[in-house]
């Protein structure tokens, strides 16, 4: 804790030098020349409370003085809470020529009590705490001329000046000077005066000019800057129009204003405002009365607060004496309705074809409905899909994008009450005749990811059933990295404007794709294809052993359809070192039963051994699969799993339900493998020796013998009853 308090006492030193509030040394301290202690010392302390000083002088007298300023365990910290001590220097209000900024903590190498000698002239001056949260920790100190203590207030008088008639009465306005001295040594402070006996006091810079017809008093006190406050005194004089041919009284006119029901009544206030206006001898006064009550001088809205019907009655007079016929406004004032503070009760229901496993086919249509029984009545409904920013509900959201979904909703009445958010959960799965979305790429993946950088971004279901992220087409080749981030603005903003995502998202996936660096020169960040869905991609592979894939005419492959046993589909254009493989799978069996496939990486060229009757096996002895498989029973190794090297049991795989696509990604750089399922990492192996699934064999490089630093590229067909599909397969060398 000791250390913790030092390392904030420094931090909060660095802080005030950066903000030039360098506190002045204390006497004794290296560095300073030592002086002799003033007779005066004035001393402030501080403790717990960041609201005000322990205590703190409130007076001093001119001349040199020693300031003390304490802030320490015996003067009430008991939290090491630093305190500063800071004279003001900037406000011409207070004097400026003493500069005392002192940082006290209680662990501090002074132990929280600091002094510094100053010379103080006579005035005010301002103290405060810098410390950000300590503003009200605040004072003034008032000095005097040396010699005593001044305890004199201000010597005041007035006069007034302008035309008088016969009868003393000033015509057309009176001016008022007032002065002030001050002959208890520490001077004049300020000069305050007030306009009959109701206004508040101001401040006297100037001539007060009183141009209002009527008689008038003018108070006026002063104060010295030793706080000393002078006896308020009076001077008093008339004021009359001069003379004029005004005939004419002033024009009026009121209007209301105010929260209305639906029956025109004010809701628990109505404010009337009053403006007259002459083109003669001008405005004198203004007066109203509420219902039967006196008149009174009108100087601000009139506010009425009284529950009922209500006369406001008006009128003006002139300079010359004119009075304008009396008008009036009529108003009823209610009370507001009890408040409605109940929110809106939310329902929903989702319609749909559904299979035997309670997936939707096709497409699902979600309702939500909203009732409020707190009275004021449902102002909207919002929807959310997968994460998306809130959109107004106007009608059934129709989802028919394959995979799992979230639909959460909301609704809020017209007092303001918004009802917490609810959900329902549903999987679609193809069928019922809607295509499958032409999107560029195929990501699944629960954020918007740029390339490796992930922008935090929801992946969600955009307008065309396409994610962002398949949007964005990180994957592709691009030539340059100002034309993807064309492409990423593009694609943002029409985004943006579709109400899928809120201005701090597109910022986030921008900025994400420019760290992405993605398109700069020497740098391939694209995924070349190995399989795209065409004849001529899959002609470049090479099934061996049993089993087959087929090709269908939505360009994915299908394993163990026609042909039964086991075998592997494999790529033999080339080697691959250190890799991210990208594909996806989905499981496809018949019935009841669950895929079995796996990926092969990582193996030699198949053919180099003859002495295996089966080249397949040659991937499965010298290489390593990944496997996919979902099955509760069964094989102990599930998706994920190193096969008979590193075991991932269901849960950590997870499951994504039948006819559904996984994103799969196999990440290996140098003895390292990384496995993704649809962007959530599963399983991490480093590839050091050890156990080996088959035992060793003579021909067996031994314990190290899957330790190539680089091989080829496979896909496992299991049997006939183990279906399961692939697409999209694509490389990137890293």
């Given amino acids: 804790m000791t250390r913790h308090r030092r390392v904030l006492t420094a931090l909060l030193a660095v802080l005030l030098t950066a903000l030039g509030l360098q506190a002045t040394p204390a006497a004794g301290q290296p560095g300073q020349q030592p002086r002799a202690a003033a007779a005066q010392v004035l001393t402030w302390t501080a403790g717990d409370d960041i609201t005000k000083y322990a205590s703190a002088p409130a007076s001093a007298v001119a001349g040199q003085a020693t300031i003390v300023f304490e802030n320490s365990a015996a003067t009430g910290n008991t939290m090491g809470m630093p305190h500063t001590l800071t004279f003001e220097t900037s406000d011409p209000e207070y ?16 132990g929280g009590r600091h002094t510094a000698e100053v010379t103080l002239t006579p005035g005010r001056y301002f103290y405060h705490c810098t410390i950000p949260g300590h503003s009200q920790m605040q004072g003034v100190l008032v000095v005097s001329e040396g010699g005593g203590s001044d305890t004199t207030a201000p010597e005041t008088s007035a006069s007034v000046a302008g035309t008088k008639n016969a009868q003393g009465q000033y015509v057309g306005s009176a001016s008022v000077t007032i002065s002030a001295t001050d002959t208890g040594g520490s001077g004049v402070d300020r000069v305050e005066y007030a306009v009959g006996d109701t206004d508040a006091w101001q401040p006297y810079t100037a001539p007060v000019v009183v141009d209002q017809v009527g008689d008038h008093t003018v108070r006026y006190r002063a104060t010295d800057k030793a706080g000393n406050v002078s006896a308020e005194k ?3 004089f008339t004021v009359v129009a001069p003379p004029s041919d005004d005939t004419t009284a002033p024009e009026t006119s009121a209007t209301l204003s105010g929260e209305r029901n639906a029956d025109g009544a004010y809701v628990d206030m109505a404010t009337v405002t009053v403006s007259a206006s002459d083109t003669g001898s001008g405005v004198n006064t203004v007066e109203y009365a509420l219902d039967t009550g006196a008149w009174q001088p009108y100087t601000a809205p009139v506010m009425v607060h009284q529950l009922g019907e209500h006369t406001v009655r008006y009128r003006a007079t002139d300079k010359a004496g004119n009075v304008s016929a009396e008008q009036s406004v009529r108003f009823t004032v209610v009370s507001a309705p009890a408040q409605d503070t109940t929110a809106p009760v939310t329902g929903v229901s989702v319609d749909g074809t559904r299979n035997s496993d309670g997936a939707y086919v096709g497409s699902a249509r979600v309702s939500v409905s909203a009732a409020d029984e707190g009275g004021s009545g449902v102002a909207g ?16 959201v129709v989802v028919d994008r394959v995979g799992a979904h979230t639909v959460a909703y909301r609704a809020t009445d017209k007092a303001g009450n918004t009802s917490e958010p609810r959900s329902v959960s549903l999987t679609v799965v193809a069928g019922g005749g809607v295509p499958a979305p032409g999107c560029p790429e195929y990501d699944e993946r629960r954020t918007v990811i740029v390339g490796t950088v992930d922008s935090g971004v929801p ?5 065309n ?3 962002i992220n398949e949007l964005i087409e990180d994957e592709k080749e691009w030539t340059s990295q100002a034309l993807f981030l064309k492409h990423v603005k593009t694609v943002l903003d029409r985004l943006q404007k ?12 921008q900025k994400a794709a420019r760290q992405s660096g993605i398109g700069t020169p020497g740098q391939h960040t694209g995924y070349r294809p190995l399989f795209d869905g065409s004849a001529a991609s899959l002609a470049k592979w090479e099934q061996v052993g049993g089993g087959s894939f087929a090709l269908n005419a939505d360009g994915t492959l299908t394993s163990g359809t026609t042909t039964p046993g086991m075998g592997m589909l494999w790529f033999p254009g080339r080697k691959y070192g250190d890799f991210s493989l990208r594909l996806q799978w989905r499981d496809d069996a018949p019935g009841d039963g669950n895929a079995n496939s796996g990926v092969f990486v990582r193996f030699p060229q198949v053919h180099d051994h003859p002495e295996e009757a089966r080249p397949e096996w040659v991937a499965i002895k010298y290489g390593h699969e990944i496997q996919e498989f979902d099955s509760p029973s069964g094989d102990m190794y ?6 008979g090297f590193d075991r991932v049991g269901l849960a950590g795989a997870g499951v994504t339900q039948k006819g559904t696509w996984n994103d799969y990604e196999i990440r290996v750089v140098g003895q390292h493998y990384s496995v993704y399922r649809n962007g959530t990492l599963i399983n991490e192996f480093d590839n050091v020796g050890g156990q080996q699934f088959y035992p060793p064999r003579s021909d067996d490089p031994g314990t190290d013998g ?7 590229i496979g896909i496992q067909v299991h049997s006939t009853s183990d279906v399961v599909s692939y697409r999209d397969i694509r490389i990137k060398e890293l």
């Fill in 234 to 236: 009076t001077v008093t």
């Fill in 638 to 643: 599930k998706t994920g799993s190193v096969y």
């Fill in 459 to 463: 992946n969600r279901v955009t307008d």
């Fill in 706 to 712: 899957r330790r190539f630093d680089s091989g080829y």
């Fill in 498 to 509: 579709e109400g899928v995502l809120d201005r701090r998202e597109y910022r986030a996936i």
């Fill in 95 to 110: 004097n400026s020529d003493v500069q005392v900024n002192i940082l006290a903590n209680p662990n501090d190498d002074q």
């Fill in 465 to 467: 059933r396409c994610r």
């Fill in 381 to 396: 409904i919002e929807y959310s899909l997968d994460g998306g920013p809130y959109l107004a509900y106007s009608a059934p």
